[in-house]
């Protein structure tokens, strides 16, 4: 008896959070390859999530070109090209002082990077300066990247006031205010 | 005589023939259209353009391509020439083949701007009396290139590479081919040698010098690659010498090469065997002969002969490099792994290199039975040397040369045996040649370039050459004084020591200045009169500041 009650309750709770958790979507121009972010929520901290994304460089590319993830994420650096590569950003958001050099390693092996720093890094290799690419580290674990139309979708995101980042590689990022009650919808139109 | 009177011609524009010195330093240069193939930076194979870095010198080893997954890093596939699919019908033939997937083409234009010190009516006691004394501007605008260049892979590891002047500075009839060959890669394979052991190319080429000067980042040629052995032939000055070697390391050589080993580390070698063309005019000048067969002057080109004798000049070099760094396998590979990302070795280069050759001289003479006849000075010659690098990662770089010249010097004779002075060489009737004193020379240069920035190369280098023939050729002994004016009057001749900074303004743009500080010289030697030895009067320095502005795209 007392199991099928705490299984109900469970139950109810589950469709409760369910129901206060919604999603944020939109537009986003210029389309692909734009990142939407939640930004800092004041009080609100969230566990560093336990996978670590691939940024890999292949054909002297780096690849993905713009990858997101949450803060205290570590994220893996792989190359896979038979030159070698080298991995390093001047800054994190203009933050020169969290600038970093990964040096060289060989093809098929990867370096690891935990990024505790909220902000913008951009990635750039010393040998073969026309590479580059992008990891937004967002302070929060909502977060999503345009399809190549440019659309967006967050999910998961709780019912609240948060303030939305639209960011493209050279654009200015721009920050919207969006409530969430089961769905918010904010568009973006960055320019120069 | 054609060449005396050639010789004597010389002396009289030095300043131009300075200019032409600065502005015909041939540099064939990087190739943009790498960059559109592979969509990547110059500065991938490039330090500052067109000076290869480690994996420029690889890529080029490799016969324009990645030396390792070229396929997969190629932007733009190269076209096909037939399906892959027949290579199985003929297994062990390299047909059909590849091309690249746009015309790898890229362009270069230059232009200076130079300004000469102190000579401005300097040379005015040289000119004979009733004659305009030339005249030197201070500061002259001057364009330099504006090239043509393509490079690339056929695939099966043929390479290919065509550079040509469409114009240089300005007039585009003075324009001409730099290099011009197929390289055969890595054709070791097909007798089972290891590999890297033996490359073949043929066409027009510069020879595998220790430090190219198609290639430098230098405006100012190197002394001792311009070099020609000319002897002496001051007619006031007892010693004379019938040589007449207009050769120079820096010329492009048409032939053929087999070379091996590879640049980024160990050993490499080059054997290039050429066409002989020492003298003034070559026979290529002079095409539409009718004593030319037309098998040579076809209709597809090759219209003349572009040797002046039947002998084949021989060129060899052999280097050997040892990368230095301490781990094994960043050592043993392309670039070094350095803790803040891949770089050049530390590496201490040695090599040495050899041309041997023959001048040709023709002169009417006779026979012993004083029958008209041909009679031909045939004066081998060669030129040895040894050169040394020591690069220091990314940034710094020592580099010295050394060079020795040495003509056979044969003097025409007469029926009696008895020497015909030359100044009345063509009024006499030689039947033959004796030897005499060789015409030699030495000289060479040291310099350091230091990569300050990636986009800033400072740089300094002594060029010395020292010739006694060019020191006598240029004392002033006479009014009618034709010797280069930018000797030493007394000691060695052409000595220069070249500072000079470089910016990359962008990756394929170029400023260039570099500042020639040249020893004392003087037009006019005056008596001692306490020694009784001749003495310069009113020495002075021709400096010479070059401002480089070029591009490639």
């Known amino acids: ?107 098929g092996d990867k370096r690891p990077f935990k990024f505790d720093n909220v902000g913008v890094v951009s990635l750039l290799c010393n040998v073969h300066p026309e590479m580059a690419g992008y990891i937004v580290v967002s302070s929060t ?37 969006v409530d969430v009650s089961g769905t918010g919808k904010a568009d973006f139109t960055l320019s120069k | ?38 969509g990547t930076s110059c500065s991938t194979c490039h330090i500052d353009f067109p000076k290869l870095n480690d994996f420029g010198k690889a890529f080029k080893d490799a016969g324009f391509k990645f030396p390792k997954d070229d396929e997969s890093m190629l932007k733009i596939p190269p076209v096909m020439l037939g399906a892959p699919a027949n290579a199985e019908l003929w297994p062990k033939a390299i047909w059909p083949g590849t091309i690249p997937g746009i015309p790898p083409i890229g362009l270069r234009m230059n232009n200076y701007f130079q300004y000469t010190g102190t000579s401005s009516g300097k040379f005015a006691a040289l000119t004979p009396a009733g004659t305009l004394p030339p005249f030197v501007p201070t500061t002259d605008f001057e364009t330099g290139f504006f090239s043509i260049f393509t490079a690339g892979n056929f695939g099966s590891d043929i390479a290919f590479w065509v550079d040509d002047d469409i114009s240089v500075s300005g007039a585009n009839a003075v324009g001409e081919l730099g290099d011009g060959y197929l390289r055969f890669v890595n054709i070791g394979r097909l007798i089972k040698l290891p590999k890297n052991s033996l490359n073949f190319r043929v066409g027009q080429f510069e020879l595998e010098l220790p430090f190219t000067q198609a290639r430098s ?20 000055v007892p010693l004379q010498q019938f040589v007449n070697n207009d050769f120079q390391m820096a010329d492009v050589g048409k032939g053929v090469e087999f070379s091996g080993g590879l640049h980024t580390g160990g050993y490499n070698y080059s054997i290039a065997i050429i066409d002989q063309n020492t003298g003034p005019i070559g026979q290529d000048q002079n095409p539409g002969s009718p004593y030319i067969p037309q098998a040579t002057g076809s209709n597809n080109g090759g219209v003349g002969v572009a040797s002046n004798a039947d002998f084949k000049d021989i060129y060899a070099s052999f280097n050997y490099r040892f990368n230095l760094e301490h781990d094994k396998e960043s050592r043993e590979a392309i670039q070094a792994a350095g803790p803040t990302g891949p770089r050049d070795h530390t590496y201490l280069n040695f090599g040495t290199y050899y041309f041997y050759g023959r001048s040709v001289q023709r002169l009417l003479g006779a026979t012993v039975d004083n029958t008209s006849s041909l009679v031909t000075a045939r004066e081998p010659f060669y030129r040895v040397g040894g050169n040394m690098t020591f690069n220091y990662r990314c940034c710094l770089q020592f580099n010295a040369l050394y060079m020795f010249g040495h003509d056979m010097n044969l003097l025409p004779i007469d029926s009696t045996g008895a020497l015909i002075p030359l100044q009345n060489l063509s009024s006499a009737v030689p039947v033959g040649f004796i030897r005499s004193t060789p015409a030699t020379f030495s000289g060479g240069f040291v310099d350091a370039e230091w990569l300050a920035y990636p ?45 000079g900074v470089q910016f990359l303004i962008h990756a394929n743009i170029k400023a260039s200045f570099e500042y020639q500080f040249r020893p004392s010289q003087t037009v006019v030697i005056a008596t001692n009169p306490v020694t009784g030895l001749p003495m310069a009067f009113n020495p002075f320095h021709t400096n010479t500041a070059v401002a480089g502005l070029e591009w490639v795209y």
């Open chain 2, 1 to 38: 005589m054609r060449g005396l009177s050639f010789r004597a011609s010389k002396g009289f524009l030095p300043l131009l023939v300075l200019i032409l010195l600065i502005v015909s330093s041939r540099q064939s240069l990087a190739i943009p259209a790498f960059s559109r193939l592979y």
């Open chain 2, 455 to 499: 986009w800033m190369y400072v740089m300094i280098r002594y060029d010395g050459v020292n010739s006694t023939a060019d020191r006598i050729n240029g004392l002033q002994t006479n009014p009618s004084f034709t010797g280069a004016p930018f000797n030493g009057p007394f000691s060695s001749t052409r000595n220069r020591i070249t500072p």
């Open chain 1, 141 to 177: 674990p909502y977060f999503a990247e345009t399809d190549a139309s440019g659309n967006y979708k967050i999910e998961n995101v709780p019912d609240g006031k948060y303030n939305v980042v639209a960011w493209h590689e050279g654009m200015k990022p721009l920050t919207k205010s």
């Open chain 1, 1 to 107: 008896m007392t199991r099928s009650f705490l299984l109900t309750l469970s139950l109810i709770a589950a469709v409760a959070v369910t129901a206060s958790a919604g999603t944020i979507e939109g537009t986003v121009s210029p389309g692909k390859s734009s990142v939407v972010y939640v930004d800092t929520i004041q009080g609100k901290t969230f566990p560093a999530p336990s996978q670590q994304p691939v940024m890999d460089q292949k054909g002297l590319m780096f690849s993905p070109h713009v990858m997101v993830v949450q803060v205290g994420t570590t994220v893996e650096f792989l190359n896979s090209d038979n030159v070698q590569h080298n991995v390093f950003w001047p800054s994190i958001s203009g933050n020169k002082k969290l600038g970093h050099n990964l040096g060289t390693w060989p093809k």
């Open chain 2, 217 to 236: 980042i230098w405006i100012s040629p190197y002394d001792i690659y311009t070099q020609a052995n000319i002897g002496a032939m001051n007619s006031l």
